[in-house]
């Protein structure tokens, strides 16, 4: 999967990083995103989550195969239901990483929009003039 490059450094081949963009295109999806949100919370059933979500079945369970193809989700039928959990720890952290990135480009953001605020407002008077 992987091969050396100059100096030490590491790439991955063609065909592991089309594993690496199959998992990201899973969790592209804001309906998935949302799934795997309210599956933090523990295991639900399809059921559970249509109610959670107002979304049909077939839709819910659609994105939840696209999530369990990829060993972000783990499986098991009881009876009639199908019960779904998450089954692959590290999207705690692929989460939080990147929830505490956004915020923090965004504060930063918000900053330099406060400092020009009143640079902007000055300018907008000078033109109404």
Do not use: W
């Not at 990201?24 to 979500?53: H, M």
């Not at 692959?88 to 504060?107: G, T």
Request: with cysteine.
């Amino acid at each position: 999967m992987l091969r050396k490059l100059g100096r030490n450094k590491e790439v991955l081949s063609d065909a592991a990083l089309e594993i690496v963009a199959a998992r990201f295109r899973a969790l592209g999806d804001p309906t998935r995103l949302k799934l795997v949100q309210l599956l933090f919370d523990g295991e639900q059933s399809v059921l559970e989550l249509c109610n959670l979500t107002q979304m049909s079945q077939a839709n819910i369970s659609k994105h939840l195969s696209i999530l369990s193809e990829q060993g972000l989700l783990a499986r098991r039928k009881e009876g009639l239901y199908v019960f779904y959990s998450i089954a692959d720890q590290s999207l705690y952290d692929l989460c939080s990483l990147v929830c505490e990135s956004l915020s923090e480009r965004f504060s930063r953001a918000q900053q330099e929009f406060k400092s020009t605020k009143p640079q902007l407002a000055r300018n907008l008077a000078k033109r109404q003039k």
